[in-house]
């Protein structure tokens, strides 16, 4: 063969002989290898936890401190709660019993006084019964009924001659006076009652003015 024939024509494949080069890597396996994984900041943070790396047996007697301090407090709480429940039975009772107390004395009150004033109404019936001029019999049952409304506490309030007193009197009219100085009573039209120093009713008056 000739030495042009020998040459390599640029435009023809190249012949299986030749050697061909290989692609330093592929994508299975690349050239350039890989840096080894490293944690990272949270990856660091987690594993310096100090509770994560606390020890098994420190982390148990903990939750057992919290669970003896939890069932203490719930203890204290039904103490407390019981407590009150057996305050409130107690303010209970005695309410109710202060309400029987109160209606037994007002009863026993209600009772005496009939019981007082049953004379006098045996009294106005004889009266009654005998006929003719009453006006005896009636004075006396009337002062026999004062004396019993007066031992209750009952009093009447001083009225006629005396000055005007808007607490006990209750001024119905106004009449002109030389006599009497402004503000004087001078005539009663209906008596007025204290009960045990309490005004009960004023006394209806008819008092003095300036002419």
Do not use: W
Not at 14 to 26: F, I, L, N, T, Y
Not at 81 to 95: C, P
Not at 156 to 181: I, K, L, T, W, Y
């Amino acid at each position: 063969m000739s030495s042009e024939e020998n040459k390599r024509d640029p435009d023809q494949a190249p012949h299986a002989e030749d050697p061909v080069e290989e692609a330093q890597g592929s994508p299975e396996d690349p050239a350039t290898p890989e840096a080894p994984d490293t944690p990272g900041e949270d990856a660091q943070e987690v594993l310096s936890d100090p509770v994560l790396t606390e020890e098994p047996g420190a982390a148990g007697d903990e939750l057992a401190r919290i669970l003896e301090e939890l069932e203490a407090t719930r203890l204290e709480r039904d103490q407390y709660l019981d407590a009150l429940r057996r305050l409130k039975a107690e303010f209970e009772n005695s309410r109710k019993r202060l309400e029987r107390e109160r209606a037994r004395v007002h009863s026993m009150a209600s009772e005496r006084l009939v019981q007082e004033l049953l004379p006098v109404l045996d009294n106005l019936d004889r009266a009654l019964e005998a006929g003719g001029d009453i006006r005896e019999g009636v004075l006396v049952t009337r002062n026999q009924l004062a004396e019993v409304l007066g031992n209750e506490g009952l009093l009447p309030v001083a009225s006629d001659g005396q000055p005007f007193d808007p607490n006990v009197h209750e001024a119905v009219m106004g009449r002109p006076s030389e006599e009497h100085e402004e503000g004087t009573i001078l005539q009663t039209f209906e008596r007025g009652y204290l009960l045990n120093g309490k005004a009960i009713r004023p006394a209806k008056v008819v008092v003095a003015k300036q002419v």
